[in-house]
């Protein structure tokens, strides 16, 4: 005898709303963390000392996993360049970009 029914699940109700699971506990912390101010300056130091040493890097490691699926598929594929700026442009609201001092 089968421990499951085939086709009928365990959990029918499913996970309750606004149960939060473990990664996003994990990140709601690191995002109060970040958002210290004195830590957003470490952040922007290392930030920028890492682009300058390695550029390659830096943009493999840190800016490629921040795109979109639809921009990697471009780049990837040597089609176009894409502005910087634009991304920024897009990726924020007008209030977000003045409250961090971004001019458009």
Do not use: C, H
């Not at 930030?47 to 800016?63: A, G, S, Y």
């Amino acid at each position: 005898m089968a421990l499951f029914e085939k086709g009928v699940s365990g959990n029918p109700a499913g996970r309750p709303k606004g149960l939060l699971t473990g990664r996003a506990k994990a990140l709601y912390a690191m995002d109060q963390v970040v958002a210290k101010e004195e830590n957003l300056a470490l952040i922007e130091d290392a930030l920028e000392k890492t682009l300058r040493e390695k550029p390659m890097w830096f943009f493999v490691n840190i800016v490629m996993p921040l795109l979109p699926k639809e921009t990697k598929g471009v780049l990837e594929a040597g089609d176009k360049v894409i502005e910087w700026k634009s991304l920024v442009s897009t990726a924020m609201a007008d209030e977000t970009k003045e409250e961090l001092g971004i001019r458009s």
